[in-house]
């Protein structure tokens, strides 16, 4: 027989990593509640209401609705550097515009967990192996209505934690579901304000090993509102604010996790931002902060956040294009 404590281990470490722990330590596929996007990041873990390139795959379906061209984004983290090297986030979104249909999107989130060590009951290591979880996705999204957009995404999770030939019954620890996302963003464009709102990863829990002990996924209600108070050809004022809500068996607090933030660009060169995220039970009360730069057609996204407590703050990296 063998174990594989350090797969568990690597689980464990990323509960403080991101997200609520209490929501990370009772949901599974947990990459389904990694958020791409450095922008977000910097602006307090928010983007319901105002993210609009291939990141709003995960932050708002509904965001497709109002894309115009077509825009790529692309995201990468080390998710515990202080802890495990190898585990980290990578993330890739698509998304286009049809015209007289909608927008159309397409993404791919991978997690790796890096590698672990196999030992038998005696403590012998018998070989290494690595643990990863990949969530591609389909989005689309339309406005039914002027200045109201609807969206849903559909994506399949596929969470590999160790082989059969490493696990105590022989077993391989994989699992697979399917999940579902919806969206709703309205635009108010007189007041230069968006409500937005989001219930995500909606469909059958995941087992790995034992079909009697699966796990919910991270089921969440999120909700937020973003307002430019200026808005000009050289200065731009973003304000935003998210609040989350987990769908999850023993909950009890109205608000699970809340975040605010604020842009400031400077004449689509320059973006600097900072906001604060709250999450009681992770243990995650601190501030954000990154910037930006754009080039024509290309962004580049920087964003450093905070952890448990348990944990170092973390640097974001991101990328997009649009054309």
């Keep these: 027989m063998s174990r594989i404590l350090p797969a568990c281990l690597a689980l464990a470490l990323l509960a403080g990593a991101f997200g609520s722990a209490q929501a990370q330590s009772e949901a599974g596929a947990q990459s389904l509640l990694i958020a ?22 995960w932050w708002n379906t509904a965001a497709l609705a109002f894309v115009r061209g077509h825009d790529v984004a692309l995201t990468y983290t080390k998710l515990v550097p202080d802890l495990a ?11 286009q515009r049809v015209e007289g ?4 999107g397409a993404s791919f989130g991978y997690l790796s967990y890096g590698k672990s060590t196999a ?28 200045n109201m957009g609807f969206g849903v ?37 007189k007041w230069k304000a968006s409500l937005g709102t989001t219930l995500s990863n909606i469909g059958p829990d995941i087992a790995y090993i034992d079909e009697d002990q699966s796990d919910p996924l991270g089921r969440n209600v999120r909700v937020g509102f973003a ?16 609040a989350v809500r987990f769908l999850l068996p023993g909950r009890t607090l109205a608000i699970d996790q809340w975040g605010a933030g604020a842009e400031y660009m400077f004449q689509h060169l320059l973006a600097l931002r900072a906001g604060y995220y709250s999450d009681p039970v992770g243990t995650i009360e601190d501030f954000t902060y990154g910037f930006g730069l754009e080039y024509h057609s290309f962004k580049l996204d920087f964003a450093n956040i905070p952890q448990s407590e348990f944990l170092d703050r973390v640097n974001r990296f991101s990328a997009g294009y649009h054309f």
């Design 36 to 57: 791409p996007g450095a922008r977000s990041d910097g602006m307090g873990h928010t983007g319901v209401a105002f993210v609009g390139d291939g990141n709003s795959i």
């Design 85 to 95: 090297d190898d585990v980290n986030f990578s993330y890739i979104g698509y998304t």
């Design 101 to 104: 249909l909608g927008g159309l």
């Design 119 to 146: 030992t038998d009951e005696f403590g012998n290591d018998i070989r290494e192996f690595t643990s990863n979880e990949m969530a591609p996705a389909i989005a689309y999204g339309t406005d039914l209505i002027p």
């Design 153 to 189: 995404a559909l994506k399949l999770v596929r969470v590999d934690l160790a082989p059969e030939d490493v696990t105590l019954d022989g077993r391989a620890g994989r699992g697979t579901t399917f999940a579902a996302d919806f969206g709703w963003l309205y635009k108010i464009p």
């Design 227 to 242: 307002y430019a108070p200026i808005e000009t050809d050289i200065h731009r004022i973003t304000i935003s604010a998210d």
